[in-house]
């Protein structure tokens, strides 16, 4: 696998990340096929954040995190995505990582 254009980087066992910021935004870090892997919150947020098995801001819910998040906390989730993974963050999310195949 090569990195694409959305600023993911190559990590151990053929898995990527990017980078999610803090605050209202849709992102789409995969289409196609893939696995969501984990989430790691780097800052903490005061509203949930939704992963979809899609290439937009709805569709089949991977993962919903709690409302309130705390630094340093992991979120291994292993989940397969037949379509595509997005990810939609609220006003007060947390910023996170996520690391996907």
Do not use: H, W, Y
Not at 5 to 34: D, H, N, Y
Request: net charge neutral; hydrophobic share 40%; charged share 10%.
């Amino acid at each position: 696998m090569q990195a694409g254009k959305i600023g993911e980087t190559l990590v151990a066992s053929g898995q990527f990340s990017a980078a999610i910021a803090s605050g209202s935004s849709t992102t789409t870090i995969k289409s196609g096929i893939g696995r969501l892997c984990r989430v790691s919150i780097t800052t903490a947020g005061t509203a949930s954040f939704t992963v979809f098995d899609i290439t937009s801001g709805s569709g089949t819910a991977l993962f919903v995190s709690p409302a309130t998040t705390s630094v340093g906390t992991i979120f291994d989730i292993q989940m397969p995505a037949q379509i595509g993974i997005t990810v939609v963050n609220q006003v007060s999310g947390p910023a996170f990582t996520v690391s996907f195949d």
